[in-house]
């Protein structure tokens, strides 16, 4: 497995690798998650009334059931930003739009769920033996990003107090 990024940060006086890998094992949205309109697999047919082509892979689609995902977003109540300002139709239909488009984005690679992995490195900058990671993460969160790498090095300095204290 190769990182897709790496780069190197100073904590003190102590170097760590952070290292972003694609998470090929998270899967699909749709799959993980609730909150999402029903998405086919891949078809080879034509779309029908009331769906929205995600992808294309020559003859064969992936298909957002758009009429389907406005049902379930007036069930559920969904609503995407500005919060609490439509009727409720048409909060349901911003959702399922808002959903929409956003897994178009997942099926057509502008983001993925990916792995952050912080290593602590030694004096000569190779990985010491200890690490901490956090994986399923959506690529397209930077500010997240930044939060779960503090995080990550905190755990790293928590092994490293554990385990002089031990």
């Given at each position: 497995m190769h990182a897709y990024q790496t780069e190197t940060r100073e904590s003190g006086t102590?170097?760590?690798?952070i290292e972003w890998?694609?998470?090929?094992?998270?899967g699909t949205p749709w799959d993980r998650e609730d909150g999402?309109?029903?998405?086919?697999?891949w078809e080879h047919r034509n779309k029908k009334p009331g769906e929205m082509i995600?992808?294309?892979?020559?003859r064969s689609h992936r298909f957002y059931n758009f009429a389907e995902a406005v049902r379930i977003a007036k069930r559920e109540g969904w609503d995407t930003?500005?919060?609490?300002t439509r009727k409720p139709g048409e909060r349901a239909h911003a959702a399922a739009m808002a959903d929409y488009?956003?897994?178009?984005?997942?099926?057509?690679?502008?983001?993925?769920?990916?792995g952050i992995v912080v290593t602590l490195l030694d004096a000569d900058d190779e990985p010491?033996?200890?690490?901490?990671s956090l994986w399923g993460i959506e690529s397209d969160s930077p500010e997240y990003h930044e939060e779960v790498i503090g995080d990550l090095i905190d755990q790293c300095l928590s092994q490293i107090t554990s385990t002089i204290g031990a």
């Open positions: 102590m170097s760590f690798r890998f694609y998470d090929s094992d998270s999402h309109g029903p998405v086919s697999g995600l992808n294309s892979d020559r930003a500005p919060h609490g488009d956003r897994m178009r984005q997942f099926c057509t690679d502008q983001w993925h769920y990916c010491d033996s200890v690490d901490a």
